[in-house]
């Protein structure tokens, strides 16, 4: 069925380049890695990583890695290629510290978190931090466990049932790391809910006894914006309350969508999906957070055995990632480059300062930068119910006066792209003197990307010359 355009509802979105309302750091949003499988990013997955230029990746130090094989005994040759994997220019790496060596936890139990030896525990700790952060200088931040209030329900061999417990293992294993290299930050506890007592244990704790915690961070997977920016919202507030003066850094180290009833591959391209992650970007943006790491660059499948020695149920994660795998890679088990990836790849291509943007439907969400005399306006059609298909009126003030180049991306359902650079679907010169407006279509759950950069004349020029 046709679109009748003329009948599409239709939005006026104000933009002002003069009115400057903060730098934008889309940089603070990036992608996180790991806890599936030991296989390092092969070559695609990682020049698509690099594609994204970020500055922190978040991985996992898992237990199948098998560094300590036997007490006194390290062994990188696994972990070494992963972690050099990750590692891409200009970045460094957030690590969750998730290893559980069997000669130090002999018995296989989420429920058992402190090692029989203490003293080896924290010479593994401090091994594995100058291996990758003083020798080769990968991981900037070390994270203290995942998820440990469900345990292996979260991927990980460790399930705290208390505050205290928590914070004892924190204490023992922040010293190894500090230990090994002070210029590190360290934090935790990388909760699965939020609001478990664990993070205001750790706090309480922290502050009381003036250990260092130099992140909190949690996880949040939403179709809801408001879900997101209400965990950062609890955080601010809980922080507050134990450091007044300078909190700690909030980092979000799991994101992503909702967990689907139904999932298939075709879910991993509808439209909704891209949208409800830029929404939730934004949101997130709105609040201030100092990171979030969208879970995961690439999908993966789960190797029963590498999980055995350490896990007493592996099933629980072959039914995430093989039986019903969430499809939550911005690239799949093959390596194919899934809308999602746009969202996070626009992202990083949008510097400078945000402006201020105006839209009087709630359905668009808009963000807008100013770098040089170049403007980057990104808008998200999304809504939790359901989307409609929207007819933009962008109307730019403070243009100075010349030619601009202005093109069009989007990704949604007519999503064109080759490998990972989104096709542009409008490309055209428009000279401007004084306001100027333009239509741009925004399908029901789309992005839409829209630039104007300055050209000169003879480069209009030769690009017509060149239409052969």
């Known amino acids: 069925m046709e679109r009748t355009f003329s009948a599409i509802a239709r939005a006026d979105v104000n933009i002002d380049r003069s009115n400057v309302v903060r730098k934008f750091e889309g940089y603070r949003h990036t992608v996180g890695h790991g806890g599936i499988n030991s296989f390092p990013l092969p070559p695609k997955v990682k020049k698509a990583l690099a594609g994204l230029r970020p500055k922190l990746v978040r991985a996992f130090i898992q237990e199948y890695f098998n560094v300590l094989p036997e007490k006194g005994v390290y062994d990188w040759s696994k972990l070494d290629p992963y972690m050099e994997s990750l590692s891409v220019e200009g970045s460094s790496v ?25 003293n080896e525990w924290q010479k593994l700790v401090e091994a594995i931090v100058h291996r990758y952060s003083v020798e080769k200088n990968i991981v900037s931040h070390w994270e203290i466990a995942n998820e440990p209030d469900i345990g292996e329900n979260g991927g990980c061999p460790y399930k705290f049932n208390s505050p205290d417990e928590y914070n004892g293992y924190y204490k023992i294993t922040a010293e190894a790391v500090l230990r090994a290299c002070p210029g590190v930050k360290v934090g935790g506890p990388a909760l699965a809910y939020a ?19 130099d992140f909190i961070s949690w996880h949040c997977y939403s179709d ?15 922080a507050g309350k134990y450091y007044p003066g300078r909190p700690p850094e909030m980092m979000i180290t799991e994101m992503s969508k909702g967990f689907d009833p139904v999932v298939c591959e075709e879910t991993a391209f509808d439209a909704f999906r ?28 789960f190797i029963v055995g590498e999980f055995e020695s350490f896990y007493k149920n592996p099933e ?38 945000e402006v201020k943007v105006e839209c009087a ?48 991306k989007r990704i949604g359902e007519d999503l064109r792209y080759n490998e990972t650079e989104l096709d542009i679907i409008e490309r055209r010169f428009i000279d401007v003197r004084g306001p100027v407006y333009f239509n741009v279509l925004s399908s029901a759950y789309s992005v839409a990307v829209v630039r104007m950069k300055p050209v000169s004349a003879d480069t209009v020029k030769k690009t017509y010359e060149n239409m052969k």
């Open 195 to 213: 609001k478990s007592e664990l993070m205001e244990g750790l706090l309480s704790y922290c502050s009381s006894n003036n250990f260092r915690l």
């Open 316 to 353: 629980i994660m072959a039914v995430h990632w093989n039986y019903t795998p969430h499809r939550f890679g911005l690239l799949g088990v093959m390596g194919e480059v899934r809308p999602a990836y746009f969202v996070y790849k626009a992202l990083s291509e949008m510097s400078g300062s």
């Open 274 to 301: 891209p949208a409800t992650i830029a929404a939730c970007v934004f949101a997130m943006m709105d609040e201030f957070v100092d990171y979030s790491f969208y879970y995961h660059i690439w999908d993966q499948v």
């Open 224 to 238: 809801d914006p408001r879900a997101h920016a209400d965990n950062i919202r609890h955080m601010k507030r809980l």
């Open 94 to 118: 957030v690590a969750s510290i998730c290893v559980k060596p069997k000669v130090l936890f002999p018995q296989i139990d989420e429920n058992v978190v402190m090692p029989n030896d203490i």
């Open 361 to 408: 439907s709630e359905d668009i969400l808009v963000k807008s930068t100013v770098d040089g005399g170049v403007s980057t306006t990104m808008a998200v059609n999304y809504n939790a119910v359901q989307s409609r298909d929207m007819m933009l009126t962008l109307r730019y003030e403070n243009f100075a006066p010349g030619i601009y180049e202005m093109s069009v």
